[in-house]
């Protein structure tokens, strides 16, 4: 299997390491200038490709770590160029791009995997499995909290853009949505208040949302880039008829280092997981498999676009001040 | 000063008893209760006096007296009250069950220049004093929302009259909205614009027929927003009742708050597990000293009837919403 990644910022970088964990081959890395790509390149003896067309004639899959406003045109020139697709999360910026990118990776019978890597993280997926299992019984609420700091990338911060990043609610808190689809099924309604919506000038985005899922269950949502870098917590409470699970990152990290230090903290914050396999590759070897042996992976295409349906009724809610109603996908899509 | 206590109803009257007891110039004069029973049992309990007979308890002449009766009895203990010239009321939350109720209340209470508190415990909170000092300083930057939890196990294990919808006035809606409702207009100083609420009954499922789940997010009229979890979602053999925590997001960062986490961890082997062990500063009697300096200094309480019915009215927008699903305004 030959792939081609497409960006080589943060994602980019990680998801070569979780590739060449796998019989994959790297064929080569694209970004916005060659010498971006020419790093990664080097360090996996790829190619530099200077532009998606060039690449997709010589791989078998296309690893899109690119930003999200891109999303929808790359995905749509693999397909069309018959090659299968990771994209990473959120799928796309509204649902009409996401809806029209499933239909299309449909039609040309090429598979799309959307990285919804929380999934992935061994802590989220224990708890799935225990509430799968029956033994704590049917959720009656749950807590999902991710908030860490702004994205602070020096040139080009396309996070902080909505028109190319979606905000907050779409960047960070997506994974949360679709984690809450994960553990209790498809949502209802949406119900959303974000700061940005009473000060357009506030240094810091959070965002507090309530699903209802159709099976009656509440999730509660934090989403927050607000607290002071490098500071990063997230966790979660599912609480059962017949049982709760709590987790917090904050309360369970194995290792506090006070160390004196002048190191800025990195442009994008992130978890510190302290495992012997990153989640990332965890992922990345997941897609692999099912893509080589024709299997299903935990995190469908419909996954990806149901995490963008909530996240722009949250968008919306937030906007408007009412709750808004999820209704079930058009064109025979799930 | 003598204070006593009408109806042992509401479980917290066990605490004020020793609250009571623990002021030097007050005299605990024992509790008054239509419940034969409790009389019975909490008299002993505590070696206090105790009778059915209000004309009897009214005869010791209170000063003051603390209400824990069952929330919709709330009113005539109030009006007994005031008919036998008590002058200061200290009444357990919620302030009633419904909106005319605790209209009825406030209304008589000013009319009749009774000093009437509402008994909001979390005001006393070292930790939340603390907090709220510092953000009304301004030293944490400016306010923009609230995220927020005030989670317990099911008090049927405690009362059963908590999970009766006729005598409690609902489930855990409205067992637990009011004290983060309470606590975020006195930090805020604004008053609740609108409310949008979600109810379930997942938790205990089958066994009342009250809400046990809840979730409601708050706007105030100055901008801020809260979200509130009120649920029921604690199992009874949690470590401790439930807990009260928030975080405060402003432009500065966040403020996490969690107003029951002075605890030992206590390993027992009798036990043979984790108990936990409480060493916070009692904010019970923290609200029942401000209750008794009303009454030496004559004064209205710090916290009066109008927040209590304040809350009210965010519960009862609260029921309204989570029957509808719209947004409701005050």
């Given amino acids: 299997m030959k792939v081609g990644i497409v960006g080589t910022g943060f994602m ?3 998801h070569a390491a979780g590739w060449s964990q796998t019989p994959a081959h790297i064929s080569g890395f694209c970004a916005e200038t060659t010498a971006e790509a020419a ?3 080097k360090k996996y003896h790829s190619k530099i490709y200077t532009s998606v067309e060039e690449m997709l004639p010589e791989v078998d899959v296309i690893d899109l770590c690119t930003p999200t406003f891109l999303h929808a ?21 509204d649902v009409e791009s996401a809806t029209e990118m499933v239909q299309v990776c449909r ?3 090429v598979r799309l995997f959307v990285a919804h890597v929380v999934r992935f993280f061994p802590e989220y997926a224990k708890a799935k499995k225990i509430v799968e299992s029956g033994q704590i019984g049917r959720p009656g609420t749950i807590h999902l909290r991710r908030c860490n700091y702004r994205p602070k990338k020096p040139v080009g911060n396309w996070f902080l853009d909505e028109q190319k990043s979606g905000g907050l609610l779409l960047d960070l808190s997506v994974h949360d949505f679709d984690y809450a689809r994960w553990i209790a099924g498809d949502v209802k309604t949406v119900f959303s208040k974000k700061v940005s919506s009473m000060d357009q000038e506030a240094p810091i985005d959070y965002a507090l949302i309530i699903l209802t899922h159709e099976n009656g269950t509440l999730t509660h949502i934090t989403g927050g880039w607000a607290y002071p870098p490098p500071n990063f917590q997230t966790g979660f409470d599912i609480n059962c008829d017949r049982g709760n699970i709590h987790w917090d990152s904050a309360e369970t990290d194995p290792v506090h280092v006070l160390i004196r230090t002048d190191q800025d903290s990195p442009d994008v914050g992130l978890v510190g997981s302290h495992l012997l396999e990153s989640p990332y590759t965890t992922e990345i070897k997941e897609f692999y498999d099912a893509i080589q ?3 299903e992976s935990r995190v469908t295409s419909v996954d990806g676009l149901k995490a963008v349906q909530i996240a722009a009724a949250a968008r919306k809610s937030a906007e408007n001040g009412e709750p808004v109603m999820i209704h079930p996908m058009e064109g025979g899509i799930a | ?14 605490a004020y008893v020793q609250n009571i007891k623990a002021i030097p110039d007050a005299e605990m004069i024992g509790f008054v209760d239509p419940d034969e029973s409790r009389v019975e049992k909490f008299g002993r309990q505590f070696q206090i006096a105790a009778t059915t007979d209000f004309e009897k308890f009214f005869a010791e002449k209170p000063d003051g007296v603390v209400i ?5 009895a709330h009113l005539p203990m109030v009006e007994m009250a005031i008919d036998a010239g008590i002058r200061n009321i200290c009444c357990e939350k919620p302030l009633a069950t419904t909106l005319k109720d605790a209209r009825s209340i406030t209304t008589l209470a000013a009319e009749s220049h009774v000093n009437l508190m509402t008994a909001f415990p979390v005001r006393f909170s070292a930790p939340v004093m603390e907090v709220k000092r510092q953000l009304q300083l301004g030293n944490y930057g400016k306010i923009y929302c609230f995220q927020s939890s005030n989670e317990g196990r099911m008090p049927a294990m405690y009362r059963k009259w908590f999970v009766d919808k006729e005598l409690a006035g609902g489930g855990s809606l409205q067992d637990h909205l009011v004290h983060l409702t309470d606590l975020f207009r006195w930090i805020t100083r604004s008053e609740v614009e609108s409310v949008f609420a979600q109810s379930n009954q997942v938790f205990h499922h089958g066994e009342v027929d009250v809400e046990t789940g809840g979730m409601a997010m708050l706007k105030f009229r100055n901008g801020v927003f809260a979200s509130i979890d009120c649920s029921w979602s604690r199992p009874d053999y949690y470590p401790i009742w439930g807990g009260l925590s928030f975080e405060v997001i402003t432009d500065r960062g966040a403020i996490q708050v969690d107003a029951f986490k002075q605890n030992l961890s206590l390993y027992r082997h009798d036990l ?7 060493w916070s500063s009692d904010s019970n009697q923290g609200m029942i000293n401000e209750f008794a300096d009303s009454i030496r200094e004559k004064r209205q309480a710090s916290i009066s009837g109008e927040d209590g019915l304040r809350a009210v009215e965010v519960i009862q927008a609260a029921y309204e919403s989570a029957s509808n699903g719209k947004v409701v305004y005050l």
């Fill in chain 2, 1 to 14: 000063m003598k204070i006593g206590i009408m109806s042992f109803a509401h479980l917290h009257a066990e």
């Fill in chain 1, 12 to 14: 980019g970088v990680t």
């Fill in chain 1, 293 to 295: 042996n024709h299997k």
């Fill in chain 1, 107 to 109: 039609q040309t019978g």
């Fill in chain 2, 272 to 278: 043979k597990g984790l108990s936990l062990v409480d």
């Fill in chain 2, 68 to 72: 824990c009766s069952e929330n919709n």
């Fill in chain 1, 39 to 41: 790093q990664l390149a």
């Fill in chain 1, 73 to 93: 045109s790359q995905v749509r020139k693999a397909a069309e160029a018959g090659k299968d697709i990771i994209c990473e999360k959120p799928l796309a910026l």
